[in-house]
Nanobody, 120 residues
Framework: QVQLVESGGGLVQAGGSLRLSCAAS????????MGWYRQAPGKQRELVAV?????????NYADSVKGRFTISTDNAKNTVYLQMNSLKPEDTGVYYC????????????WGKGTLVTVSS
């Protein structure tokens, strides 16, 4: 089992920055990659950014956040971060931390989410 706890959401004006954190605990060694998803009101959850473990930190971003968001990890703290700059009102939503673990099959774990609100 993997437990994920997000923090760092809040209210920010357009153009501002926030950094989200996600602390992982449990069977950490089983994790293959970690990422951030978001869900805006009335919309489906979408991938924001992902970082792959053991691959030199290969990252992938949604086109809408490329150049503005950066995903990173601190392995010593079992934490993944999402640095969000130049925030736009359309970035508003609940941001969820995700971990994919391999235990004979892929298993997805989710945090409870943290709300990001960007005012215009």
């Amino acid at each position: 089992q993997v437990q994920l706890v997000e923090s760092g959401g809040g209210l920010v004006q357009a153009g501002g920055s926030l950094r989200l954190s996600c602390a992982a605990s449990g069977t950490i060694l089983s994790i293959n990659n970690m990422g951030w998803y978001r869900q805006a009101p009335g919309k489906q959850r979408e991938l924001v950014a992902v970082i792959v473990s053991g691959s030199g930190g290969t990252t992938n971003y949604a086109d809408s956040v490329k150049g503005r968001f950066t995903i990173s990890t601190d392995n010593a703290k079992n934490t993944v971060y999402l640095q969000m700059n130049s925030l736009k009102p359309e970035d508003t939503g609940v941001y969820y931390c995700n971990a994919v673990a391999w235990v004979g099959r892929s298993v997805h774990y989710w945090g409870k989410g943290t709300l990001v609100t960007v005012s215009s």
